[in-house]
Structures are given as C-alpha cells and as structure tokens.
C-alpha cells in the first residue's frame, strides 16, 4: 500500500470518531470504531505483507545489480591500471566505461534509496494505525470503567460549591477526560478555572477559562468565563490583553450581569469600556 493510500485512510478514521452525547452512545460509537479499525488493520495487513514482499525483492535485485556493478568497476579499474602500467592504448576507452558504470552505479543508487524510503514509510504507517487502534481500544476500556456522566458531574459540582477544591479539581477533570465533549464540559472547565483563581494560579485559570470560549461559546457559562479571563489576565500583569477581553465582552454581551462587572473594572483601571480610535 502506497503512503498517500495509508494517509487517506488515517485521515477517514479521523474523521469518523464523531462527538458524543451521552455514556451510551459513546461506548457504541468506540466500540464501532474499534471494530471497524481492526478489520482495516487486518485488510492492511495482508496488503502490507504481500507489498513487503515485492518490495524486499526489489530491494535484494537493486542490491545485486550494484554490486555487480562495483565488481565490475573494480575489475575495470585493476585493467586500466594494468594497461596504464604496461603503457597499452586503451586507457581512455576503459576510463569511458568506468564513467559509464559510475554513473549507473549512482542511479543504482538512487532508486535503492527511494524504494528503502518507501518501505520506511510503509511500516511507519502501519506502527500509526496500530497505535490509533490501541488509543481506540483504551478509550473504549477507560469510558466502559468511568461513572455514569450524570453522577460524576453532580458530585463535582456538589464539591465545588462545598468548598472541597482538591475533589471539585479530579473530580472536574475526571469529566473532561471522560465526556469531553458534552455541554457539561464546558461547565467543568470553567469551575476548573474558578479554583484556579481562587489559587491564585492565574495563569492555569486564563487557559480553563479560554477553554470555555473556545470549545463551548454558546455555553451559560461562556460570560462568566470571559470575564474571568480578563480578570485573570489583569492579575497577571497583562493589562491591555485583560482590559481587550473585557471590552470583547461588554460588546458580546451588553445587557449581561458580566458586563456590568467588566464596566466596573474597566473604570477602576482608568480605561474606558471601548478603544479609543487610533
């Protein structure tokens, strides 16, 4: 199988992994995937060994026909250095064949070098679809071993708002790792970034709440998400970025209690809640 075929098909399996909603559909849907990977990697199996074959016998016919050459040319070599030695006049008729073995001994070469890259290739895609299958299968096991999506998030929540950081945290994580695609995801990251602020590790808490903007916009928490960012990013000595977030913000959602935060702050710091033109 040619590597651009191997590529085309990484890219299909790629494609096919589609979000999930709910622990049910995600089991069926790894599962499926799981499935349909190892009939390809069987079917690409018995490809890859039957191109392995031609392959190896090419490169075992490159490799005899070069060195049939090299003994050629050594031969070739010895006669006109004994010709030279013996003062004969075909030393420049031998020295044009030897360029001219030379030169098909570096086409030689070539071509050796070009099918070994192939066969490089060849095993190199099929190591990658064999480790997509595993990551396939761990996923399947990990999600089959997980809590119910439901009971994980209300205990997370439960946490939080009870002040148990440290649970509230694996507990946030543990959802993400698991149902990270669903909408209560982007309600994790976002209390991931709270505790994080709350920590002072502002830096970990802009990127929890960048999370949220980024993955999940038309979430109830992407407000409050924003203006934490900007707070976050303030507190990390990154003014203009933070007082940037919080006009994004204002602009996004005027009417909101967040913006009427963002408006608040933006007046302690100096600043007003739009750019001035330049």
Not at 24 to 47: D, F, G, I, N, Y
Not at 211 to 236: H, I, R, T
Request: glycine residues 6%; charged residues 20%; contains cysteine.
């Amino acid at each position: 199988m040619k590597l651009h075929r191997v590529l085309a098909l990484l890219s299909v399996l790629w494609l096919a992994v589609a979000p999930a909603w709910g622990v049910s559909k995600e089991m069926v849907q790894l599962q499926t995937q799981v499935q349909q990977l190892q009939e390809q990697m069987t079917a690409m199996q018995r490809s890859f060994d039957e191109r392995m074959g031609v392959m190896k016998n090419l490169v075992e016919q490159d490799t005899d026909a070069v060195n049939k050459v090299a003994n050629a040319l050594n031969g070739l070599q010895a006669a006109l250095q004994k010709q030279q030695s013996e003062g004969g006049s075909k030393s420049e008729q031998l020295s044009g064949q030897i360029q001219s073995l030379n030169d098909t001994l570096d086409e030689l070469k070539v071509r050796l070098g070009k099918v070994s890259k192939q066969l490089e290739d060849m095993q190199a895609a099929q190591q990658s679809l064999g480790a997509q299958q595993a990551q396939q299968q761990a996923q399947a096991q990990a999600l089959k071993d997980a809590p119910p999506p439901d009971v994980l998030y209300n205990n997370a929540l439960r946490d939080y708002n009870g002040g148990k950081n440290d649970l509230a945290l694996q507990e946030c994580s543990e959802y993400i790792k698991f149902y990270p695609n669903t909408d209560l995801a982007g309600n994790c990251y976002f209390y991931l970034g709270e505790i994080q602020f709350k920590q002072g590790n502002y830096e970990q808490a802009a990127q929890s709440y960048d999370q949220v903007l980024q993955n999940f916009p038309s979430g109830n928490k992407a407000a409050s998400a924003q203006l934490k960012k900007g707070f976050a990013l303030v507190e990390l000595g990154k003014k203009d970025e933070g007082v940037t977030e919080l006009r994004k913000l204002i602009q996004r959602y005027p009417h909101s209690p967040e913006a009427l935060q963002a408006r608040d702050r933006l007046r302690k710091l100096g600043v007003t809640t739009t750019a001035k033109p330049s």
